[in-house]
């Protein structure tokens, strides 16, 4: 029974370690970019030893992989909430305003996710991976999307909810690109708010 304890305590321990290592980590990305930082910086931030990062993490892309990961799974559930299939006669705009006033619109997350971006795109293995998840969250969206087939038809020229689910990323990523320039959260979710609209429906309730 000792031991198992033990075990547990320490299983405990790194679980928290490994949390604050990402806490840390995203902190010093947002405030000096994600190629300019160090795992020295890192561990120093969070006050720990290069070994506990190597105990968690073989790399910094692999620590990235893990913050994205997370915020990936927060937007598919925050999406997949939304659009949630309450029962016949889906709303649609109605779900729209509900994803749009949750949706993660962080600036410094943001900031992580566009040098990570440029990282990956010189780095093919890394730009793989980075692929990999997104497409995790297209299927997390369509999958959602998939449920409102016969309650709210899609606009014909997404063909299905796969197609749908491309555009709403899309969407996604060009809204956060406006609010990285601009720094206007407000209109950053009326904006996106409008286009989830018109490309979940036929567009005709876009008003801001």
């Known amino acids: 029974m000792a031991v198992e304890?033990?075990?547990?305590?320490?299983?405990?321990?790194?679980v928290r370690t490994r949390?604050?290592?990402?806490?840390?980590?995203?902190?010093?990305f947002a405030a000096k970019g994600f190629g300019r930082v160090s795992i020295e910086e890192v561990c120093e931030a969070a006050g720990y030893s290069r070994g506990a990062f190597y105990s968690n993490f073989?790399?910094?892309?692999?620590?990235?992989?893990?913050?994205?990961q997370?915020?990936?799974?927060?937007?598919?559930?925050?999406?997949?909430?939304?659009?949630?299939?309450?029962?016949p006669g889906l709303d649609v705009p109605a779900a729209v305003d509900r994803?749009?006033?949750v949706l993660l619109l962080d600036r410094d997350w943001l900031?992580?996710?566009t040098d990570f971006l440029v990282h990956a795109?010189?780095?093919?293995?890394?730009?793989?991976?980075?692929?990999?998840?997104?497409?995790?969250l297209r299927r997390a969206i369509a999958d959602r999307l998939a449920r409102t087939r016969g309650e709210?038809?899609?606009?014909?020229?997404?063909?299905?909810?796969?197609?749908?689910a491309h555009a709403v990323v899309a969407a996604y990523d060009g809204v956060t690109v406006q609010l990285l320039l601009d720094g206007d959260l407000e209109r950053a979710r009326a904006w996106l708010r409008q286009l989830l609209t018109a490309l979940l429906t036929d567009g005709s309730d876009t008003t801001v």
């Open 152 to 164: 709210a038809a899609l606009p014909a020229v997404l063909v299905d909810a796969e197609g749908a």
């Open 111 to 113: 900031l992580v996710k």
């Open 121 to 136: 795109a010189r780095a093919p293995e890394v730009a793989r991976t980075l692929l990999e998840h997104r497409a995790r």
């Open 99 to 101: 994803v749009t006033e």
């Open 5 to 14: 304890g033990t075990a547990r305590r320490v299983t405990k321990r790194r």
């Open 58 to 68: 073989d790399s910094l892309d692999e620590l990235f992989f893990a913050l994205y």
């Open 70 to 87: 997370q915020r990936a799974e927060l937007i598919a559930e925050q999406v997949a909430g939304a659009l949630a299939l309450d029962g």
């Open 19 to 28: 949390a604050n290592l990402l806490d840390a980590a995203f902190a010093v």
